[in-house]
């Protein structure tokens, strides 16, 4: 079983920053990306940012510039730095990640796994 532990949301004021952390858990053979996604209520889920095993990256364009995203290989975490937030930064913010974990010696199962949220308010 596994599971995504998320911490590090809050209330900052517009220009703040904030990071958020990520831990996952369980019987995992290997991380092939890890991220993060954020939703409004009313609106759709969108990609925020991702990171990939080789360490490859990619952002939205309307947080290119101010987040950041890493990850600790050692502790299966992902973190992501948020800088100059804005009022519509304002959302839930999941972890998001695709695993192989170990059914047993000889199965691996790869699957995409989310965490429960954190909610990030950035206002005045």
């Known amino acids: 079983q596994v599971q995504l532990v998320e911490s590090g949301g809050g209330l900052v004021q517009p220009g703040g920053s904030l990071r958020l952390s990520c831990a996952a858990s369980?019987?995992?053979?290997?991380?092939?990306?890890m991220g993060w996604s954020r939703q409004v209520p009313g609106k759709q889920r969108e990609l925020v940012a991702n990171i990939f095993s080789g360490g490859i990256t990619n952002y939205d364009a309307s947080v290119e510039g101010r987040f950041t995203i890493s990850r600790d290989n050692t502790k299966n975490t992902v973190f992501l730095q948020m800088n100059s937030l804005k009022a519509e930064d304002t959302a839930v913010y999941y972890c998001?990640?695709?695993?192989?974990?170990?059914?047993?010696?000889?199965?691996?199962?790869?699957?995409?796994?989310w965490g429960m949220g954190t909610q990030v308010t950035v206002s005045s």
């Open positions: 369980g019987s995992i053979f290997r991380i092939n990306a």
């Open positions: 998001t990640a695709d695993l192989t974990t170990m059914v047993s010696d000889t199965v691996h199962l790869r699957a995409d796994y």
